[in-house]
Nanobody, 119 residues
Framework: QVHLVESGGGLVQPGGSLRLSCAAS????????MGWYRQAPGKQRELVAT???????NYADSVKGRFTISRDNVKFSVYLQMNSLKPEDTAVYYC?????????????WGQGTQVTVSS
């Protein structure tokens, strides 16, 4: 079993910055793609950013140029640096990891961390 634990959320003023972290634990030999998703009240969960095990990244248009995703393959961790935050970035942010298990791949989610952007 793999567990993902996020940290780094909180309350920040518009224009401010936050850095989210997510660490995976359990029986892990490698992780393929990792990513961040978010869900605002009354809305569906949406992709924020993903990063592959070869460091290819993908961002939602709404965060391009403001957010940066990175990972540490030794620590099985993924990070999200969020700059120039806007009120519309307010949401619960979830970490996601695709972990190979034998010939298959399993997807895991963290419990989420709240990000609130407000003055």
């Amino acid at each position: 079993q793999v567990h993902l634990v996020e940290s780094g959320g909180g309350l920040v003023q518009p224009g401010g910055s936050l850095r989210l972290s997510c660490a995976a634990s359990g029986v892990i030999f490698s992780i393929h793609a990792m990513g961040w998703y978010r869900q605002a009240p009354g809305k569906q969960r949406e992709l924020v950013a993903t990063i592959t095990d070869t460091d290819n990244t993908n961002y939602a248009d709404s965060v391009k140029g403001r957010f940066t995703i990175s990972r540490d393959n030794v620590k099985f961790s993924v990070y999200l640096q969020m700059n120039s935050l806007k009120p519309e970035d307010t949401a619960v942010y979830y970490c996601n990891a695709e972990v190979p298990v034998g010939s298959e791949e399993s997807e895991y989610w963290g419990q989420g961390t709240q990000v609130t952007v407000s003055s």
